[in-house]
């Protein structure tokens, strides 16, 4: 049944289009050796990247070593502003649709890094996720709290702050960079959220999904709605309870479990 239906599927296809099909199906070909195969880099970094955003990557280390240039050039050009302008549309036509009440109790949750805030000058440095992720020099980094808006997602904080909604950021950024955290959001020109929730000690060893989803547990038992959460990463948004609609925003630079 597999094999007449690609038959057919080759047989509906203009020849050209067949033709290339056949030629990404080498025979004998393993899924691994397709991955790692002589694939143009700019159409396979764009397929890799896809892959990150749809989670099929799964737990990732560093970005090929063959789109050190395409993830650059991507992070640093307009398709990367025009997902998250996509994205951030998105949210704000979800938001408009729900009516905020008198009680502050209908919020919204954000992540901070790469969702509020770009780091890529840090990144740039450290070769787009090129190599694994040194804790230490990002701590650094913070430290200086340089960090630029990301103009989309400031635009979609301030449409939400007017419409009424508690705007909760929640961070896997530890508790001891509260300050230059803050700093660098009102620098950024983020104001007015009714929380900033930091990694705690006790927190230190636990997964981003075990403590967001456990931050998000304790917001619903003081009786928030959280109807929104928008992150660069899937741990941002996974575990329980999740937020009635996730919103991801573009990172094809590190992944966090």
Excluded at 1 to 13: A, K
Excluded at 55 to 83: E, F, M, S, V
Aim: charged share 20%; aromatic share 10%; hydrophobic share 35%.
């Amino acid at each position: 049944m597999l094999q007449s239906s690609f038959l057919l599927l080759l047989y509906l296809l203009p020849i050209s289009a067949s033709q290339t099909l056949i030629q990404l199906l080498p025979e004998n070909s393993t899924s691994d050796e397709l991955i790692a195969g002589d694939d143009p880099v700019g159409p396979y970094c764009d397929s890799w990247r896809l892959s990150v955003e749809t989670n099929n990557a799964g737990a990732w280390k560093k970005i090929p070593a063959r789109c050190h240039d395409a993830i650059g050039t991507y992070i640093k050009g307009p398709q990367y502003l025009i997902d998250s302008k996509v994205a951030a549309h998105h949210a704000n036509h979800y938001a408009k649709s729900i009516k905020v009440a008198a009680d502050k109790k209908d919020a919204w949750i954000f992540d901070v890094d790469e969702t509020l805030i770009s780091n890529v000058q840090h990144y740039t440095v450290n070769g787009y996720g090129s190599k694994v992720l040194n804790e230490t020099a990002f701590d650094q980094w913070v430290d200086k709290a340089k960090a630029s808006a990301l103009p989309w997602s400031l635009w979609l904080y301030r449409k939400l702050h007017g419409m009424g909604f508690q705007l909760v950021l929640l961070t896997g950024r530890k508790e001891t960079h509260r300050n230059s955290t803050e700093k660098n959001l009102l620098d950024a020109g983020y104001h007015s959220w009714s929380q900033l929730i930091l990694r705690e000690s006790l927190d230190a060893e636990k997964t981003a999904v075990a403590y967001k989803s456990e931050k998000r547990a304790e917001l619903r038992a003081k009786g928030y709605r959280i109807h929104g959460s928008s992150g660069d990463q899937w741990s941002d948004l996974l575990g329980t309870p999740m937020a009635k609609r996730s919103f991801k925003v573009p990172n094809p630079m590190y992944h966090i479990p």
